[in-house]
């Protein structure tokens, strides 16, 4: 079993950042690949940013490119999503998700085995 605990969201301007983290705990969380989606009521969840186990590979939504910086504490047990520049559109829900399988990294919803309970990010203009 695996426990996610977003933190990190809030209300910021256009143009501003905000930096999110999920904490996990419950396996050994250096084993497997993270991601981040976010999901706007009335909207499909999508894609945002995935990590394998290492960090050492990352893909990005297009959206989010060159924005948005996914990255990882396996010490900490913590991924966190650095978002700068951040754009009205960006409001959203944000889930974490934790990937067991072996391998790389993916942005498919259905591959992905633990979820959090989200964090709201509101950003205005």
């Known amino acids: 079993q695996v426990q996610l605990v977003e933190s990190g969201g809030g209300l910021v301007q256009a143009g501003g950042s905000l930096r999110l983290s999920c904490a996990a705990s419950?396996?050994?969380?250096?084993?497997?690949?993270m991601g981040w989606f976010r999901q706007v009521p009335g909207k499909e969840r999508e894609f945002v940013a995935a990590?394998?186990?290492?960090?050492?590979?990352?893909y990005y939504a297009d959206s989010v490119k060159g924005r948005f910086t996914i990255s990882r504490d396996n010490a900490k047990n913590t991924v966190y999503l650095q978002m700068n520049s951040l754009k009205p559109e960006d409001t959203a829900v944000y889930y974490c998700?934790?990937?067991?399988?072996?391998?790389?990294?993916?942005?498919?919803?259905?591959?992905?085995?633990?979820w959090g309970q989200g964090t709201q990010v509101t950003v205005s203009s």
């Open positions: 998700a934790a990937d067991l399988a072996v391998g790389g990294i993916t942005t498919q919803i259905y591959e992905y085995d633990y």
């Open positions: 419950g396996r050994t969380f250096s084993r497997y690949a």
């Open positions: 990590m394998n186990w290492s960090g050492r590979m990352t």
